[in-house]
């Protein structure tokens, strides 16, 4: 939780106690408090109030005795925000569950009856913290901001490019991207120039939206008079992206006698305006990105070789969104949240037959086609859920078993329907991990180990 001054200073009081309840929230008069007297009650208020601390009961109903309502409570708020300040309040020689709270992340115990001064200071030093921790989490923010951000996937592949490209960027090495349509080229590009930190600008160009004759001064400028219509000395893309990146988006595209230009811009990093007479030195980093297949236009003689080895030093091939792990569902529940904020149409949440829906279909328009998908259905969906109906998809018959495959390492085959199934669950529940653990069938601290075994973030 980054802490908002709307909602700095509030206290939510779960306590079965009515009475102790009330005496509570005397004590702290000075403070907004909100009350909850059980489980559910506390998480819808929770979810309402977004207050900075919570004081809790470990015994709630329906079995005040035990505390196990208590701790699964604790969980869900600190899986809700890891950064609640919960404070226990135990019973009296209770010191074994306020040790076992606090290393569940709970922020402080108080044994019962506590005394309201204690419990105000504690209260007091919470909100203290908070406030610091939440000023920390915005600055370090300012300072470093993560470059690809605005990637979101847990496929282990796509992770993997992730790392790589963030490796990559602070060297000079030009970038080749392959990959369908939508699936995150320019994503990809972006993040690389920031986490390049390259001083100069992020410029795009589509090779295949600008027409043969246009292409060349789009390229590398003109002087005025250069050509009819040359009104004046206009620099091109490459020179505009001095200092930062170029991207050549479908390359492929690019025409032969571009090609050659490109070529020998790349050798010399120098760049001559149409009509002009002399060079100018150019720093820029380039990158290109294609979803056609470069080494058939090699064969056919469309594409030359020279060129294709000097924008391939370092080659990425993107995978398309079916092929990545749990990702198409992760992504819908983020852009579903995302157009519901903007139409304001308060939670909206995809049924299940929405949800086999998108883990079946094919989406060869990729994350570009996912958008539009969930884009019209926030719109179209009647009330809070938005089926595979409103999506416009077609929700699959379920078969058995999968089909029998040829994989006899067992271990190797098991790992792989274990990391499978962790991932699907994650994205399903939008990765709550105590709805993800339930769905599973396993306790939230086996999933944790196998996450942690199967290297899932
Ligand atoms: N992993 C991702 N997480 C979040 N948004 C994504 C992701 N991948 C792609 N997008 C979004 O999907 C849309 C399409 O992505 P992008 O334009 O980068 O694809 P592309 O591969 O460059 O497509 P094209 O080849 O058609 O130009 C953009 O709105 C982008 O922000």
């Keep these: 939780m980054s802490l908002n001054p709307d909602t700095a200073g509030r206290v939510l009081i779960v306590e079965d106690d009515l009475a102790l309840q009330k005496q509570i929230k005397w004590s702290l008069d000075r403070y907004d408090c909100a009350t909850a007297a059980d489980r559910e009650a506390a998480i819808l208020q929770y979810r309402r109030v977004q207050p900075t601390v919570v004081t809790m ?61 204690v419990l105000g200071l504690t209260i007091e030093r919470a909100m203290r913290l908070a406030e610091l921790q939440a000023e920390n989490r915005r600055l370090q923010a300012l300072q470093q901001p993560d470059a690809l951000s605005g990637l979101m996937t847990r496929d282990p592949e796509m992770l993997r490019i992730s790392r790589m490209v963030e490796r990559v960027a602070s060297s ?33 160009i589509n090779c295949a939206a600008i027409p043969e004759n246009l292409l060349e001064s789009e390229l590398f400028g003109y002087e005025k008079g250069a050509f009819t219509g040359a009104a004046k000395t206009t620099p091109g893309k490459i020179e505009t992206a001095h200092g930062g990146t170029l991207m050549l988006d479908e390359i492929g595209d690019l025409p032969a006698s571009l090609q050659a230009k490109l070529l020998r811009f790349l050798q010399e990093r120098k760049i001559e305006r149409l009509g002009a007479r002399q060079e100018i030195p150019v720093d820029v980093r380039v990158v290109g990105a294609t979803h056609q297949d470069l080494q058939a236009l090699i064969a056919e003689g469309r594409f030359r070789e020279d060129l294709y080895y000097r924008l391939a030093e370092i080659e990425v091939k993107i995978p398309p969104l079916r092929s990545r792990q749990g990702d198409a569902v992760l992504l819908a529940h983020a852009f579903l949240r995302r157009f519901a904020q903007e139409q304001r149409r308060g939670s909206l949440v995809f049924s299940e037959d929405a949800l086999q829906a998108i ?99």
């Design 57 to 117: 009961d470990l015994g709630l109903p329906p079995d005040p005795d035990s505390v196990s309502e208590g701790f699964r409570l604790l969980e869900q708020l600190l899986d809700l925000d890891p950064h609640v300040k919960v404070i226990v309040l135990t019973g009296q020689n209770d010191q074994a569950n306020a040790l076992r709270a606090v290393a569940l992340g709970a922020y402080d115990f108080l044994a019962k009856p506590f005394d309201p001064e």
């Design 172 to 204: 000079d090495a030009t970038v080749l991207l392959l990959g369908e349509s939508g699936t995150g080229k320019e994503v990809l590009a972006q993040g690389l120039h920031q986490a390049s930190r390259r001083s100069g600008r992020f410029v795009a």
């Design 359 to 457: 883990e079946a279909h094919a989406w060869p328009g990729n994350v570009r086609e996912l958008i539009n998908v969930v884009k019209r259905a926030s719109i179209m969906a009647d009330g809070t859920r938005v089926t595979a109906q409103d999506m416009g998809l077609k929700v699959p018959e379920r078969e058995g078993a999968a089909a029998a495959g040829t994989e006899f390492d067992l271990r190797a085959a098991r790992e792989a329907a274990e990391r499978q199934t962790v991932i699907a669950a994650l994205a399903r529940t939008n990765n709550n991990i105590v709805k993800a653990s339930e769905l599973l069938g396993i306790s939230r601290p086996t999933l944790y180990d196998l996450m942690h075994r199967l290297a899932i973030k």
